[in-house]
T-cell receptor, first 115, second 112 residues
Framework: GAGVSQSPRYKVAKRGQDVALRCDPI?????LFWYQQALGQGPEFLTY????????KSGLPSDRFFAERPEGSVSTLKIQRTQQEDSAVYLC?????????????FGPGTRLTVL | SQQGEEDPQALSIQEGENATMNCSYK?????LQWYRQNSGRGLVHLIL?????REKHSGRLRVTLDTSKKSSSLLITASRAADTASYFC????????????FGQGTTLQVKP
């Protein structure tokens, strides 16, 4: 079956532009996570949805970052007024249920470069 | 913030040799997971070991967990060039979200 997909795979933005990154989780998966991965580092948690409810946004680095999952499936991570420090790979992951300790299924990521 | 630390940061071996990577973590855990990331790709889940388990096998992978030392190791036996990747340990935060806290990873190069 289809895995987690993300689009676009690559995004180049000028500093100050707004960007929107899309995640299509595995169909029927309840939990959806966003992570940010800087070059040479491990992923860092940004935010978590259980269905359409955003239960944890403690990892969002600033109020320029906003995520939504309005119908409990597709999710969008929006970054307003992008800065160079936002350059990273943004990973989306989903898991089948709301249980806290399962494995997560990751998408290929969106590589964002802010010039 | 990173939960774990892996060592070594980089490892280079010949095909057929074994590769061992270590991970240390700081807080109590429910389980510990290992993921692989090939260049330019997302993370692939390899194995999950629960806090009440000491050792687990999956194919050529062997994972150990020592909760008293807050450490885990991943052994890849009879390595192949296709095993070249970055390997991360991750622990779910003990909350109702299960967000994963990753280490910084070990970059493994297997030379043919």
């Amino acid at each position: 079956g289809a895995g987690v997909s993300q689009s676009p795979r690559y995004k180049v933005a000028k500093r100050g532009q707004d960007v929107a990154l899309r995640c299509d989780p595995i169909s029927g998966h309840v939990s959806l996570f966003w992570y940010q991965q800087a070059l040479g580092q491990g992923p860092e948690f940004l935010t978590y949805f259980q269905n359409e409810a955003q239960l944890d946004k403690s990892g969002l680095p600033s109020d320029r970052f906003f995520a939504e999952r309005p119908e409990g499936s597709v999710s969008t991570l929006k970054i307003q007024r992008t800065q160079q420090e936002d350059s990273a790979v943004y990973l989306c992951a989903s898991s089948p249920d709301g249980l806290a300790y399962n494995e997560q299924f990751f998408g290929p990521g969106t590589r964002l470069t802010v010039l | 913030s990173q939960q774990g630390e892996e060592d070594p940061q980089a490892l280079s071996i010949q095909e057929g040799e074994n590769a061992t990577m270590n991970c240390s973590y700081k807080t109590s855990i429910n389980n510990l997971q290992w993921y692989r990331q090939n260049s330019g790709r997302g993370l692939v889940h390899l194995i999950l070991i629960r806090s009440n388990e000491r050792e687990k096998h999956s194919g050529r992978l062997r994972v150990t967990l020592d909760t008293s030392k807050k450490s885990s190791s991943l052994l890849i036996t009879a390595s192949r060039a296709a095993d070249t990747a970055s390997y991360f340990c991750a622990t779910p935060r003990t909350s109702n979200t299960g967000k994963l806290i990753f280490g910084q990873g070990t970059t493994l190069q297997v030379k043919p």
